[in-house]
């Protein structure tokens, strides 16, 4: 943000007068009269300019969480002021919509989540930006998929952090081995990766938060049969005690003249090159309701695994043309928390 200053300054002319004399062949000096230096004026103290408060209150319904270890979990769908996303961006003062926001650093972000099990409320004002990033996901010793993310953090020194990651699963490079589909790029949904107190490794407390901008209810189809795909990210909580990230393929299906949603999530890459982890498919079954809002089940399958858990979500974008979702499992075999952004295929 400029800020103009107007410097004052002043100039001074010095003049020198000199006279003739009588007679005589002689010669008179005049007097050399000294010029006193003027005060300077001072220049006033500009006002500073007050830090942008955000312009761009996103009301989330959806929130899904898990305290340290895995216990806990939780998938909470109350009413939307009980979570919420405030951000204010110097670069969009007259931002309107989650599309309208640059995420470049210098942004505040606030998040809010007032439910009984994962309560926080921190703010990520622009000097927590801790920078872009990138992680590597593998399959076994082999890394392919690259995902870039943007990092904050907030009470920094003190005895425990918070931090916020932003997975921008719309920017995931895939090697040849894995592109065996091309996701379609989201504008207007992004998952919110908190992880409150972090002062361990897992955190004490983990949510994954949807915030963008929702179809409105009469922009929502119905009829017809839609196909989107997109991204994964989450965690699995190991029953070993084990935590990986990991990142996944995902088709969902909408069908909206039966109000149906149905769907499969691949998850085949994890963070880390070792040890090697398990391929998991997580099966969807779900409906979606006349406001765009998706509510259903979720099966995760795989060698030794078996867990059942719960989705919600929403249709995003002006003409429905993205899907948010965010899920969660639980069972002998461990949990898993996750989330899925998809475009319209």
Do not use: W
Request: charged share 15%; glycine share 14%.
């Amino acid at each position: 943000m400029t800020i103009n200053r107007l410097l004052s300054g002043i100039c001074v002319l010095a003049l020198a007068g000199c006279g003739g004399g009588g007679g005589g062949g002689g010669t008179s000096t005049a007097p050399i009269v000294s010029v006193p230096s003027p005060t300077p004026t001072s220049s006033p103290t500009p006002t500073p300019s007050p830090t942008p408060t955000p312009s761009v209150v996103v009301q989330t319904f959806v929130q899904a969480g898990l305290t340290a270890g895995g216990t806990g979990n939780t998938l909470d769908t109350q009413n939307a002021t009980a979570f919420s996303v405030a951000i204010g961006d110097p670069d969009a003062p007259g931002a309107n919509a989650f599309g309208d926001i640059n995420f470049d650093g210098d942004e505040t972000i606030v998040v809010r989540h007032t439910g009984p099990v994962i309560p926080y409320n921190e703010t990520f004002a622009s000097d927590s930006y801790r920078g872009a990033g990138s992680n590597s996901f593998y399959t076994g010793s082999s890394a392919e998929r690259f995902l870039p993310t943007r990092g904050y953090q907030s009470r920094i020194g003190q005895a425990s952090s918070a931090f916020l990651i932003m997975p921008l699963l719309e920017e995931v490079r895939k090697t040849a081995a894995t592109a065996a589909r091309t996701d379609n790029v989201t504008e207007s949904v992004r998952l919110l990766d908190v992880r409150v107190a972090a002062s361990g490794n897992p955190p004490q407390s983990r949510a994954l938060q949807l915030v963008g901008d929702r179809t409105m209810s009469n922009i929502v189809p119905t009829a017809g049969t839609r196909t989107y795909v997109g991204e994964s990210f989450g965690v699995r909580y190991f029953s070993n005690a084990n935590v990986q990230d990991y990142v996944g393929d995902s088709v969902l299906t909408v069908d909206y003249s039966r109000r149906t949603l149905t769907g499969q999530i691949t998850i085949a890459q994890y963070l880390g090159s070792t040890p090697v982890r398990p391929t998991l498919t997580v099966e969807i079954v779900g409906e979606i309701a006349a406001d765009g809002t998706l509510t259903g089940k979720v099966t995760v399958r795989g060698t030794g695994v078996f867990e059942a858990g719960y989705l919600t979500g929403a249709l995003y974008g002006p003409t429905g043309d993205e899907i948010g979702l965010v899920l969660i499992s639980s069972g002998e075999s461990g949990s898993v928390l996750g989330g899925v952004v998809a475009g319209q295929e």
